[in-house]
C-alpha cells in the first residue's frame, strides 16, 4: 500500500494485518483506539525531520510482529496521553526508534528489536510519569557506539528495564534529572562509552556486562566517500555483502548532502 503524502487513520477496534504501507506523511499510519496491529511492515522515506512511520492513536492499542522504519523521524511515536502494549517488533534505521510525549498512561515494551538509530532507541520528549516497561528486548545502537539507548526528559519517572540487552550506544540510560523513581535488573550492559548518566541510575545486582554475542550483524565503515546525485562511492569499498531492499546507509555527515538514513535499492562493489 503506497500512502504517499496521506496519513491513513484505521477506526476504534479495528485489527489491521498482513499488509506493507510505505509512505512520506507526518504519520504513515495512525491506529485508532483499541486497534490490534499484526505481522506490518511500515516505512515513512519522507526526508522531512520528526515524521513517523506509526504515530498518533490513543489508548489500548497493541501491535506485534511489526516492522518499522522511518528515515528522518520515528519508527513509532507515541502521542500524548497514549497508551501502547509492544510486543514483539523490529524498529530499525530511523533517527528514533520509540518516541514518547508526555504521558501519565502505561506503555509496555516486550520483545523489541530496536537498532541502528540515530538519536535514541527509546526516548521521552516530556515529562512521562505513567510507568513505562521495558523487557526481553534488545537496544542496540552500532558497533562504533551512537546515540542512547533510553533517553529520558526531565521529569520522567518510574521507568522499569529487566531482561534487556543495551549495546553499542554513546549512553546506555540517560536522564536529565539526577534522582528519579525507576527499576533495572537483569540487564546486558555491553560496549557502550557510558552505561548511564545522571545519579538516578544505578546496576542492578543483577546486571552484567557480557559480550552478547550477535550473529549476522554487520556494519561497513567508511569516511572517504563522495556522492553525486543519489549514489555513494567508497573507493577501495567493498560492499559485497550488502543486501539491496535490506540493508541501510548511516551518512554522518558530507558536504551538499543531507545527513540521515538512507534505503539501499542498488549497489556495486564501490557504490551504494
Do not use: M
Request: with cysteine.
Amino acid at each position: 500500500l503506497r500512502a504517499a503524502g496521506n496519513n491513513w487513520t484505521i477506526g476504534t477496534n479495528w485489527n489491521l494485518n498482513n499488509l506493507r504501507i510505505i509512505g512520506t506523511g507526518t504519520n504513515v499510519l495512525i491506529p485508532g483506539s483499541s486497534s490490534v496491529i499484526t505481522n506490518v511492515l511500515v516505512t515513512n522515506n519522507g526526508t522531512a525531520t520528526g515524521r513517523a512511520a506509526i504515530g498518533g492513536g490513543n489508548i489500548n492499542i497493541y501491535l506485534t510482529d511489526v516492522e518499522a522504519i522511518s528515515y528522518r523521524g520515528n519508527a513509532l511515536s507515541i502521542p500524548s496521553g497514549g497508551a501502547y502494549t509492544v510486543d514483539g517488533v523490529y524498529l530499525h534505521d530511523s533517527d528514533v526508534g520509540i518516541s514518547i510525549a508526555a504521558t501519565t498512561t502505561v506503555n509496555f515494551i516486550n520483545n523489541a528489536l530496536v537498532t541502528s538509530c540515530v538519536t535514541a532507541a527509546i526516548r521521552t520528549t516530556a515529562a512521562t510519569t505513567g510507568n513505562l516497561y521495558i523487557s526481553n528486548s534488545t537496544l542496540h545502537g552500532s558497533t562504533n557506539t551512537t546515540g542512547i539507548g533510553v533517553s529520558l526528559n526531565t521529569g520522567t519517572t518510574n521507568l522499569r528495564v529487566k531482561n534487556t540487552i543495551i549495546n553499542g550506544f554513546a549512553t546506555g540510560i540517560s536522564h536529565a534529572d539526577t534522582q528519579f523513581v525507576w527499576y533495572g535488573n537483569y540487564n546486558d550492559f555491553f560496549n557502550n562509552d557510558a552505561n548511564f548518566s545522571g545519579t538516578g541510575t544505578v546496576t542492578g545486582p543483577n546486571d552484567i556486562t557480557t559480550n552478547p554475542t550477535f550473529t549476522s550483524v554487520g556494519q561497513l565503515t567508511g569516511t572517504t566517500a563522495t556522492t553525486s546525485g543519489s549514489v555513494l562511492t567508497q573507493s577501495g569499498g567493498d560492499f559485497s555483502t550488502v543486501v539491496d531492499g535490506r540493508d541501510f546507509l548511516y551518512l554522518v555527515s558530507g558536504a551538499g548532502v543531507t545527513a540521515g538514513q538512507y534505503g539501499i535499492t542498488a549497489h556495486t562493489a564501490t557504490t551504494v
